[in-house]
């Protein structure tokens, strides 16, 4: 075992719980989570949305998978979607791919490990459609919670274009939180 890689990918992941997830800031939450809570938020909706959708899900590399999902964000930091709008195509992935690879470069399951993140950016598998719509709804969860603690209008926007999942569960999920936000 290459303990020094192995305490350096340690370290990386406990960066997120200091990376701020600025779209929350941008907007003025007070108090935003931070990427690892976020990821939380991601592992647990992956683990719920399973037991929901009737394909067969590989629970232990759907879990992985969520875990990983924003770890270059440790090095990029947690840049929201309107200013990627402003780059060209495909750079997000590209940066955060980047990253991915520094990140676990010297370790021995590196492969491993890049193989996890590449399944869910090539978003081609059962799985990797599981955890998309897991840190979307995770995502909207966030947005309610932060609309009824602070009365904030500049979430709004988070509802303006629905959302389409790949789910019919988590599309049900996230009809009904539109559903309850517009009863308030």
């Known amino acids: 075992m290459d303990i020094t890689s192995t305490i350096n990918i340690l ?3 406990n960066q997120l719980k200091r990376t701020a997830r600025t779209g929350w800031v ?3 939450v007070p ?7 976020h990821s939380y938020g991601v592992v647990f909706a992956t683990l719920i949305l399973a037991q929901l959708i009737e394909e067969p899900i590989d629970m232990g590399r759907a879990l992985a998978i969520a875990a990983l999902h924003d770890l270059p964000e440790g090095l990029t930091t947690d840049i929201p979607t309107p200013a990627w709008r402003y780059l060209p195509s495909g750079v997000k992935t590209a940066v955060e791919r980047g990253a991915m690879e520094e990140i676990v470069a010297d370790s021995k399951f590196a492969p491993t490990l890049m ?5 869910l950016h090539e978003g081609e598998t ?3 459609h599981l955890v998309h719509d897991a840190d979307k709804i995770d995502m909207f969860i966030q947005a309610i919670i932060y609309e009824e603690q602070t009365s904030n ?3 709004a926007e988070f509802w303006t274009t629905p959302h389409t999942f790949h789910y019919p569960q988590a599309q049900a999920i996230y009809n009904e ?7 308030k």
């Open 26 to 28: 941008q907007r003025g």
């Open 126 to 128: 059962a799985v990797s």
């Open 153 to 155: 209008q500049h979430l």
């Open 31 to 37: 108090n935003a989570e931070n990427v690892a809570a």
């Open 115 to 119: 193989d996890l993140w590449e399944e």
């Open 177 to 183: 939180l539109r559903q309850r936000r517009s009863q």
């Open 11 to 13: 370290f990386h992941g």
